[in-house]
T-cell receptor, first 113, second 110 residues
Framework: DTEVTQTPKHLVMGMTNKKSLKCEQH?????MYWYKQKAKKPPELMFV???????INESVPSRFSPECPNSSLLNLHLHALQPEDSALYLC????????????FGNGTRLTVT | EDKVVQSPLSLVVHEGDTVTLNCSYE??????LLWYKQEKKAPTFLFML????IEKKSGRLSSILDKKELFSILNITATQTGDSAVYLC??????????FGDGTTLTVKP
């Protein structure tokens, strides 16, 4: 079990649906991240939040909308996704954004039909 | 653009063998280099390296960083079947950006 909790574990959605992925950590970490991982590929950074403020957006399409309501929670709102967005979405946290280790959640397996 | 190259991409060994995994990198604003192990789900942290030439060790695993030549190695001695996984190298910048290499898939046969 990891200390970063992601829900749901699996999600199937149509291209017109709106859904949200949720992530929670209680380690007092001040940086939180969303990564996307396709099969047999490494995790690919999407967003970084530092002290609840968005600090990095890796040119992610606007159909992905992150939100950090407080220091423990991170959401990823999904709307009008494409089948090629199907992937494992990993949330991670770290003490800060100064090169400290990432603690990953087990991910949400997303399928877009 | 940041670049991370891991080699070999895959490796098959027998239990008891020693393996060396390589990671070369080119990133701006380098802060640290981290190694992760990924089995079926989330990557788990192995080592964080910030200084050249200082070996980090944990049981049968060890790792070292060369900041001048921009590479790191991860050694695993006396491999076990439980070491089978993808090993990911990730240099990190001082903005919190970790760029992952493609990983080395290690298979340890009994």
């Amino acid at each position: 079990d990891t200390e970063v909790t992601q829900t749901p574990k699996h999600l199937v959605m149509g291209m017109t649906n709106k859904k949200s992925l949720k992530c929670e950590q209680h380690m007092g970490h001040r940086a939180m991240y969303w990564y996307k991982q396709k099969a047999k590929k490494p995790p690919e950074l999407m967003f970084v939040y530092s002290y609840e403020k968005l600090s990095i957006n890796e040119s992610v399409p606007s159909r992905f909308s992150p939100e950090c309501p407080n220091s423990s929670l991170l959401n990823l709102h999904l709307h009008a996704l494409q089948p090629e967005d199907s992937a494992l979405y990993l949330c991670a946290s770290s003490q800060d954004t100064w090169g400290t280790p990432l603690h990953f959640g087990n991910g949400t397996r997303l399928t877009v039909t | 653009e940041d670049k991370v190259v891991q080699s070999p991409l895959s490796l098959v060994v027998h239990e008891g063998d020693t393996v060396t995994l390589n990671c070369s990198y080119e990133v701006t604003n380098f802060r640290s280099l981290l190694w992760y192990k990924q089995e079926k789900k989330a990557p788990t942290f192995l080592f964080m390296l910030t200084s050249s030439g200082i070996e980090k060790k944990s049981g049968r695993l060890s790792s070292i960083l060369d900041k001048k030549e921009l590479f790191s190695i991860l050694n695993i001695t006396a491999t076990q079947t439980g070491d089978s996984a993808v090993y990911l190298c990730a240099p990190n910048t001082n903005a919190g950006k970790s760029t992952f290499g493609d990983g080395t898939t290690l298979t340890v046969k009994p």
